[in-house]
C-alpha cells in the first residue's frame, strides 16, 4: 500500500478533527431539542391511541377523526385538575390511594411515582422546607441538599434534639441518599428549589444565567 506523505496526512488528520468538532457542536446543540420533541410526540401518541381507540369503537366512523383522541385526553385531564378543587374529589382520590396502598407489589410502584411526580411538580417545594449548603465533619466536600423533615422527632428517628433530614439528589439519575444530620452540618442557601435541582442533577451543568451568559461560560 502506497503511505500518505505526512506533509499531507497531518492537513488531513486537522481537517478531521475540526469537521468532528463541528459535528459533535452541532449535535449537542439539536440533542435536547430532539429528545423534547420525541417525547412530547409519544405522550401525543399515547393519549391518541388510548383515548382515539375507545372513541372509535363508541362513535360511528363518520363522526371519528384523528386528533380527537388527544383533545379529549388533554380535557380529561383538564376536568381532573378542577376536580381536585373539591372536598369530594379529593377524598375520593385519598381513597384509591389507600386501595392501592395495600396490594403489596402495586403500593411499591404507585408511591415510588407518586412521590416523584410530587417532586417535580408545583408541590415540590412544599415538600422540601429549604435548599441548604451540607458539610459532612472531615470531609473537605459541599454538597447541595433539601431539608425533608426539620423535626426527626416526630418520626421517632432523632439522636440528637437538632437533627433533621437532608435529601441528596444524585446527578443524572433519579434516586439520592437521605442523610440525618445535625443542623450545625447545613447553611441555607438563598437558592429556589427549582434552581438548585436543575443544578444538582444536572451536575451544574445548568445553573441559572446559564443561558443568558454563554452557558455559564466567561469570556
Not at 29 to 58: C, H, K, N, R, Y
Not at 154 to 165: F, N, P, Q, R, W
Request: hydrophobic share 50%; glycine share 10%.
Amino acid at each position: 500500500m502506497t503511505e500518505i506523505p505526512s506533509a499531507v496526512a497531518a492537513p488531513l488528520r486537522q481537517q478531521f478533527a475540526r469537521l468532528t468538532r463541528v459535528f459533535l457542536t452541532g449535535l449537542l446543540a439539536i440533542l435536547p431539542i430532539l429528545v423534547t420533541i420525541a417525547v412530547i410526540l409519544w405522550l401525543v401518541q399515547l393519549a391518541e391511541s388510548l383515548f382515539g381507540g375507545m372513541l372509535d369503537v363508541l362513535l360511528p366512523d363518520p363522526l371519528y377523526l384523528p386528533g380527537m383522541g388527544l383533545v379529549v385526553g388533554v380535557v380529561l385531564v383538564f376536568l381532573v385538575g378542577l376536580s381536585l378543587q373539591g372536598v369530594f374529589m379529593n377524598q375520593l382520590l385519598h381513597w384509591f390511594e389507600t386501595v392501592l396502598n395495600r396490594i403489596p407489589l402495586v403500593k411499591t410502584v404507585y408511591g415510588a411515582v407518586r412521590d416523584l411526580t410530587g417532586m417535580l411538580g408545583s408541590n415540590g417545594e412544599r415538600r422540601f422546607s429549604q435548599v441548604v449548603m451540607v458539610r459532612l465533619p472531615d470531609m473537605p466536600m459541599r454538597l447541595v441538599g433539601f431539608v425533608t423533615i426539620e423535626d426527626l422527632q416526630s418520626v421517632g428517628l432523632a439522636c440528637d434534639d437538632d437533627e433533621v433530614a437532608v435529601y441528596l439528589p444524585m446527578s443524572y439519575q433519579i434516586g439520592g441518599y437521605t442523610l440525618l444530620l445535625p443542623r450545625r452540618c447545613l447553611t441555607p442557601l438563598d437558592m429556589g428549589f427549582e434552581d438548585a435541582m436543575r443544578f444538582v442533577i444536572t451536575a451544574g451543568l445548568s445553573r441559572p444565567g446559564a443561558e443568558e451568559g454563554g452557558n455559564g461560560r466567561r469570556g
